[in-house]
Nanobody
Framework: QVQLVESGGGSVQIGGSLRLSCTVS????????MGWFRQTPGKEREKIAT??????????NHKDFTEGRFTVAKDIAKNILYLQMNDLKPEDTAVYYC??????????????????WGRGTQVTVSS
C-alpha cells in the first residue's frame, strides 16, 4: 500500500523559505510520476510541479516552479520528495499535498491523474 506523508509546513514571514518533505512508503520516488499540489478553501487543487520516474519534468507546471522560486528534488536513499519554496508570499498560503500515480510518466496531467495523496501540510505566509 502506497502512503505519502507530508511534513515541513508551518508559519513563515513574507520573503522566507520552507522545505516540504514527502516521505514515501510502499513505492519509491524513482518508479512513478509524482507531484506537488496546493489548495486553498473553495478552490481547486492547483498543480505546482510534476516529475516523471526518470526525473524529467512533467508539462504545464506552475510558473513559480518554471521561474525557479519553487524547486523539487528527490532523495532516493531516503525515499523522499522535496519541495523547496523561496521568497514566500501571502498568496502561497495553502495546504500543500504530495501525490503519486501508477505510471512512470506525468505528461501534462493535473490532479485527476494521480492515484495516491498525502494528507497535506499547511503553509501560512504572513507579515
Amino acid at each position: 500500500q502506497v502512503q505519502l506523508v507530508e511534513s515541513g509546513g508551518g508559519s513563515v514571514q513574507i520573503g522566507g523559505s520552507l522545505r516540504l518533505s514527502c516521505t514515501v512508503s510502499g513505492s519509491t520516488v524513482t518508479n512513478s510520476c509524482m507531484g506537488w499540489f496546493r489548495q486553498t478553501p473553495g478552490k481547486e487543487r492547483e498543480k505546482i510541479a510534476t516529475i516523471n520516474g526518470d526525473d524529467s519534468w512533467g508539462r504545464n507546471n506552475h510558473k513559480d516552479f518554471t521561474e525557479g522560486r519553487f524547486t523539487v528534488a528527490k532523495d532516493i536513499a531516503k525515499n523522499i520528495l522535496y519541495l523547496q519554496m523561496n521568497d514566500l508570499k501571502p498568496e502561497d498560503t495553502a495546504v500543500y499535498y504530495c501525490s503519486s500515480r501508477i505510471g512512470y510518466w506525468c505528461g501534462d496531467g493535473g490532479a485527476s491523474i494521480f492515484t495516491y495523496w498525502g494528507r497535506g501540510t499547511q503553509v501560512t505566509v504572513s507579515s
